[in-house]
């Protein structure tokens, strides 16, 4: 069983920085394209960034530079690095794991952007 755990989502005032974390295993790490997803609420989940095992990485039309994903120089982690965060950026974020005959989701973490 893959498993995917998520840090480092809080509260955070618009403008502000967060940078969450996804731990996996080295073999997923180096095999699966590792992404982060966002669901508000009473919206559908959609995509943040994601980068595949050669590197590539892909955001989100909303993302416009504002957020960076990297895979960690510590094997098993891949990172999102968010600034200046909005209000509508609020939404619990979840990292994902996925290969053509498997995909695999975390835990989910809450980040809220509030004055």
């Known amino acids: 069983q893959v498993q995917l755990v998520e840090s480092g989502g809080g509260l955070v005032q618009p403008g502000g920085s967060l940078r969450l974390s996804c731990a996996v295993s080295?073999?997923?790490?180096?095999?699966?394209?590792l992404g982060w997803y966002r669901q508000a609420p009473g919206k559908e989940r959609e995509l943040v960034a994601s980068v595949d095992s050669h590197g590539n990485n892909n955001y989100g039309d909303f993302v416009k530079g504002r957020f960076n994903i990297t895979k960690g120089t510590s094997k098993g982690k891949v990172d999102l690095q968010k600034n200046s965060l909005e209000i509508v950026d609020t939404a619990v974020y979840y990292c994902?794991?996925?290969?053509?005959?498997?995909?695999?989701w975390g835990q989910g973490t809450q980040v809220t952007v509030s004055s």
């Open positions: 994902n794991a996925y290969v053509p005959w498997a995909g695999y």
């Open positions: 080295e073999y997923v790490f180096r095999i699966y394209t």
